[in-house]
């Protein structure tokens, strides 16, 4: 048995194998609706290598334990996280990909992927509207797309070595800049958080008084991250608003997109996200919502030299490449990386232009119809425009909702409703992300009901 597939005649065993994994794969998806969104309990296989390799009757019985102890998010009842199903193109976008095995490091290790990254980027930031100089990048998750703009945003402002330079953001934005912090030796008040509104946009107002408050202290800024879709209610902060205060301040805006921004994609989405085509950078995350397997994020530029700028190094092992473009790996914080934007490409190609549309929409008309059946002389509803909305009982003490929360979790989940259980401002909330496009209306009225009787 030989492991590697042969260059010299068609490999009938990975064939096979192919055939057999993918017969699987498919009874996976088959059963998933009669079983819950997580499993009870499960087994795992062997996890060392044997002294002798095993056949590959055994490497599938073995994927197929695995397997039924996964999480399954083409459950119906899947909710609780921003984990939607994937798209069959995507699914054999990365089953190519890893066949294939280029490396976006270096162009000669990925000579087409590596021009569709680039073009797929273009196009992306085209439709966001960063305008004609704009490109990107893929990057492997929302955290290190953050990461990288805020990293550019600091040293393009000549704040590189600056420990107490600061960027601002609301104190409802992603965990993710918090690592920012710790990884680009910032103190820890270089995160400013700037208080929310009582729909959990930044407020403006909260901005310009600590802005001010900074400037006095004699700190130098950096960036603003305005929050396109916050983790736990979705909301969208005031972009175009942060927008005229940074050109006005001159200092960098970064939206972090990694939920709202693929609304962006859609004419009839877009309003939503108004002054997104001002930003200096944005995160989308097409993982979330869109159906792309993991990960599947971009940073998007709105002048590509940016990029470059911060991060190429020259890649001294790798032939020059012609034309005013880089590698891969001086476009970012990664050497190197798989061919991700293959599985995004597919993914949209398979959806077009309408099916991208449609999922948008439908997420946010599943939102409103379970929105519109929570008793509201009951509990509190907190959402935004987009997909997510959270729930707590009125009236509740922190302790209260903590009880409440883990007690209707579980009850859920033996109905095979999986939701999540988020921290916000004290109160404990169930959560319900409505980006899983087998979820239908009677499915979300049953799940209110549910809701509806968790408390007398
Ligand atoms: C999920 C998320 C991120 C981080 O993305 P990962 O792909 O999980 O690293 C950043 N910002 C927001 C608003 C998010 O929801």
Redesign the pocket.
């Known amino acids: 048995m030989n492991p590697f597939a042969s260059p010299d005649n068609l490999d009938k065993e990975l064939r096979s194998l192919l055939c057999e994994a993918s017969i699987n794969l498919c009874d996976w998806f088959a059963e998933s609706g009669n079983q819950g969104p997580i499993p009870d309990s499960f087994e795992l296989p062997n996890v060392a290598p044997e002294k002798e390799g095993v056949t590959n009757n055994i490497l599938l019985r073995d994927l197929q334990l695995l397997m039924e102890g996964a999480y399954r998010p083409s459950h119906p009842g899947a909710l609780a996280h ?1 984990d939607p199903p994937p798209l069959s193109a995507s699914i054999i976008g990365d089953l190519i990909c890893a066949g294939l095995n280029n490396n976006l490091l270096a162009e000669e290790l990925s000579p087409s992927l590596s021009s569709l990254e680039r073009k797929l980027s273009e196009w992306f930031s085209n439709k966001l509207g960063l305008g004609p100089l704009s490109s990107g990048v893929a990057v ?7 990461l990288m703009a805020l990293v550019m945003a600091r040293n393009l402002a000549g704040l590189g070595s600056d420990p107490s330079a600061v960027f601002f953001a609301s104190e409802d ?5 918090l690592k920012a912090v710790e990884v680009m030796g910032l103190k820890k008040d270089s995160f400013q958080k700037i208080p929310t509104d009582e729909k959990g946009k930044l407020s403006i107002y909260e901005l310009s008084l600590i802005l001010k408050k900074i400037k006095s202290e004699g700190k130098k800024c950096f960036a603003v991250v305005a ?5 736990v209610r979705g909301a969208i902060d005031p972009i175009n608003e942060v927008a005229k205060f940074c050109n006005k301040e001159n200092i960098w805006l970064h939206v ?5 921004g693929v609304f962006g994609l859609s004419p009839n989405t877009s309003e939503l996200l108004e002054g997104l085509s001002c930003a200096n950078s944005i ?1 989308v ?1 097409p ?2 919502i869109l159906g792309i397997t ?2 599947s ?1 971009l940073l998007l530029v709105a002048n590509k030299d940016d990029l470059s700028s911060v991060f190429s190094t020259g890649l001294p092992y790798a032939e020059p490449i012609s034309g005013n473009h880089f590698h891969g790996g001086e476009l970012g914080i990664q050497g190197t990386r798989s061919a991700e934007s293959l599985k995004l490409w597919i993914g949209l190609r398979q959806l077009g232009e309408k099916g991208i549309e449609k999922l948008l929409l439908n997420s946010i008309s599943r939102r409103s119809y379970l929105e519109s059946l929570i008793d509201n002389s009951k509990f509190k509803i907190i959402s935004g425009s987009l997909h997510l909305l959270a729930i707590t009982p009125l009236n509740y003490s922190s302790s209260e909702s903590f009880e409440w929360s883990i007690k209707t979790r579980k009850s859920l989940l033996t109905n095979n409703f999986m939701l999540s259980r988020p921290i916000y401002k004290d109160r404990y909330y169930l959560k319900a992300v409505l980006g899983n496009p087998n979820t239908k209306f009677e499915d979300l009225k049953l799940l209110a009901d549910l809701i509806n009787q968790s408390i007398l």
């Open positions: 921003l492997s998750g929302g955290t290190l797309s953050n934005a992603h965990v993710s800049l929050t396109a879709g916050t983790t972090d997109g990694a939920i709202g995160t995350n993982q979330k993991k990960t994020s």
